[in-house]
């Protein structure tokens, strides 16, 4: 099933691939691109994201590019002083939320924990997994053994 419309929007073409890229890069949601007439699904787009060889670079490159979209929003709100303070303090924030999600490496905070003899051990990654192996290995390397839940 597709967007609002009907038409071949779950079988995926170049074109339409390239079509929903470029929507994204120049920093459209996928849920308001996939709302359009003979557009498909939001997770038939992710789909082809995982299974389309030809499709993953450029959807991946596509997302990356509408994180800097976002970014250039983020600095148009800010910057504009007519507006109201507490909504775009909203927005703003939205934006930098989302993007701290959906590219971490790149708008999210990064995580440095100290404690190694041989230096601190950067995390790069907001996965919670990713955070408590490094702990743990910071904890293994200081001789400490993780104390268990009762």
Known sequence: MGGKGSGPSSTYTPELGAEICRRLASGESLRSICRDEGMPDESTVREWGRSIADFYPQYARAR??????????VLLIA???SGDFNRDRLRVDTRKWLMSKIAPKVWGDRT????????PVRVE??????LATALLG?????GAEPKKEE
């Open 64 to 73: 990356e590019d509408q994180m800097s979209s976002w970014g250039e929003e």
């Open 79 to 81: 910057d504009d002083p």
């Open 112 to 119: 440095v924990i100290t404690g190694a003899d041989d230096g």
């Open 125 to 130: 990654s907001q996965d919670a997994s990713a």
């Open 138 to 142: 910071v904890l293994a390397k200081a």
